[in-house]
């Protein structure tokens, strides 16, 4: 007897429903994934920004402390108490204030136009220009709109001892121990152009060449002429130190890649910036504030008090300095330095849009707004202030 069984198998309906189930279930899998990503992309944000502020800080935090360092006796001293002989500059005659070379000012900025605080700056539209008008020499470095610009001149940290100087004047050949030919050349600068040289009394700034164990006076760029020989072999061993004399411009500028970063370029003896260094990516604007003392016109009978009563923008502080001999003093004054930094991700970061006007960032005071078209970058802005170790009135 033959059985007759019925096909069987998944109909119609039955497919879609498993059609339905595993589009849910790959739909929910592919939310998963996208809400990971998003959240995994929203950390590497933060966490770039905050170790590119750290590190931008870092930077800055020390250089800033070393602004007017020049030997044993910091510029204050030299300057207020003598300023025919206490500070000496071998690098040209009758510089301008904002010359690179200008060791007679040892910290000096530019406020970004339109960055005051209080103001509103879109970014990506910044409007270009500085009060006061950038130098030519720090102009050709390209600095981006928007971004405050700070000049540091200062003797290295690390000083060797002087053992003997031989040689006429303007053609002088100083020679230490070799081991200190290290300290003369950190940060990657392996052949340092301009030197200084201290002792308790006196500092100098010469253009010069050097070598393990010996620096030679660069003659034909000494103007006025030096007298290392009689101003500095008098005194005791020991006490004349030679150091590498930096004169450097901290600005944020575009890299390679056409991201904004923080650069720092050394000015050289003929008076130029050599090729800027890029420190740290992600820095999108630097803003400054400047605290001054309390003695409004600093000199031998009315030295720093060493109290800070005002902070000021760099175009505020000169408001009222009609001559570069004003403008001079007005900088010497200055014994602190409010840094504010606003730091963007380097790469999208799937940060939402921040469409509350007062929850924009703010950076000392600044308000950025954000670009025109969302970039989805995580912003963040740091804040530090910074004492002129040497301008702590009174050592």
């Known amino acids: 007897m033959t059985r007759t069984y019925a096909a069987k198998g998944v109909s119609l309906i039955e497919l879609l429903i498993a059609l339905l189930i595993g589009s849910l279930l790959v739909l929910g ?17 933060m966490s770039r920004v905050q170790e590119n502020g750290r590190f931008a800080l870092d930077f800055l935090q020390r250089d800033i402390r070393l602004g007017g360092h020049f030997g044993c006796v910091n510029d204050q001293a030299h300057w207020v108490k003598d300023p025919t002989e206490g500070l000496q500059v071998h690098l040209g005659t009758g510089l301008a204030l904002t010359h690179p070379l200008n060791f007679s000012v040892s910290v000096q900025g530019y406020e970004a136009t339109g960055t005051a605080p209080g103001q509103t700056v879109t970014i990506g539209g910044a409007s270009s220009g500085w009060n006061p008008a950038l130098p030519t ?8 709109a928007g971004s405050d610009v700070l000049v540091l001149r200062y003797f290295g940290g690390r000083g060797t001892p002087v053992t003997g100087i031989t040689g006429s004047a303007g053609a002088e050949v100083l020679n230490f121990p070799a081991a200190g030919w290290l300290g003369l050349t950190e940060e ?30 660069s003659s034909a760029l000494v103007s006025p002429t030096t007298a290392l020989v009689g101003r500095y072999t008098a005194h005791p061993s020991g006490q004349t130190l030679l150091y590498r004399a930096n004169s450097i411009v ?7 890649v056409g991201e904004p970063a923080l650069h ?24 400054l504030l400047f605290g001054q003392d309390a003695t409004p016109q600093l000199g031998a009978t009315t030295p720093p008090v060493g109290n800070i009563t005002t902070q000021n923008t760099a175009t ?29 991700s380097p790469q999208r970061a799937a940060a939402p849009e921040i469409a509350d006007a007062s929850s924009h960032p703010r950076v000392l005071g600044t308000i950025f707004a954000p670009p025109a078209t969302s970039d989805g970058r995580f912003r963040a802005s740091y804040e530090t202030t910074i004492a002129l170790r040497n301008r702590l009135f009174g050592n």
């Not at 001559?323 to 010497?332: L, M």
């Open 29 to 45: 899998l592919v939310q998963v994934f996208s809400a990971s990503r998003t959240a995994y992309q929203l950390s590497e944000g």
């Open 264 to 287: 720092r370029a050394r000015a050289n003896s003929t008076g130029g910036y050599g090729t800027p260094e890029e420190l740290v990516e992600g820095v999108e604007s630097l803003q």
């Open 188 to 217: 990657g600068v392996t052949a340092p152009t301009l030197y200084g040289v201290a002792d308790c009394s006196h500092a100098s700034v010469f253009p010069g060449t050097g070598s393990s164990g010996q620096v030679s006076v």
């Open 250 to 256: 901290y600005y944020v500028g575009l890299n390679a």
């Open 137 to 144: 020499a720090i102009s050709d470095l390209a600095p981006v």
């Open 316 to 344: 505020t502080l000169l408001a009222s300095a009609g001559n570069d001999a004003a403008r001079a003093n007005e900088w010497r004054r200055v014994g602190l330095v409010q840094v504010g930094l606003l730091m963007r």
